[in-house]
């Protein structure tokens, strides 16, 4: 059994995708638009052309997406996807990446228990976590 997040962009998931592709290069291995359903009922006016579901790739991590509600407002409260990364430099390449355009909530620097650690909303009001542990 796996445990997978799935995230709704309501009708950002294009401009999302793009985004963590050039972030933290992300990969879409399957991705279905509403226009793609064989149920023509699942396809409101307007929104052919929206995500229905799609798979992104992070690492070893899979994701899923879509813009379930096209209502152009996300709500993630609650819920913080971590990136566990090797290096320093990774860790801040990849948060000043998630970074732009988004909020800074703990600045990353070294902690008592990570050499690099922070805290960051992108841009859809995803929450991250940006680790580098300390080696053992």
């Known amino acids: 059994m796996r445990v997978i997040p799935y995230l709704d962009f309501s009708g950002r998931c294009d401009e999302a995708i793009a985004f963590y592709k050039d972030a933290i290069n992300a990969s ?19 929104s052919e052309e929206k995500v229905m579901h799609c798979s992104i790739q992070v690492g070893e991590t899979e994701l899923f997406a879509s813009d379930m509600q096209d209502s152009g407002n996300t709500n993630f409260a609650g819920i913080t996807l971590t990136l566990s990364v090797d290096s ?16 800074v909530v703990m ?30």
């Not at 805290?119 to 080696?135: E, S, T």
């Open 88 to 103: 320093d430099e990774d860790a801040e390449r990849y948060f000043t990446a998630i970074a732009d355009g988004g909020k």
């Open 28 to 46: 879409v291995p399957f991705l279905m638009r509403f226009k793609d359903s064989p149920d023509p009922n699942s396809c409101a006016p307007g």
């Open 107 to 136: 600045p990353l620097m070294s902690t008592f228990f990570a050499s690099k650690f922070g805290l960051v909303d992108d841009k859809f009001g995803v929450h991250w976590m940006v680790i580098r542990q300390k080696p053992m």
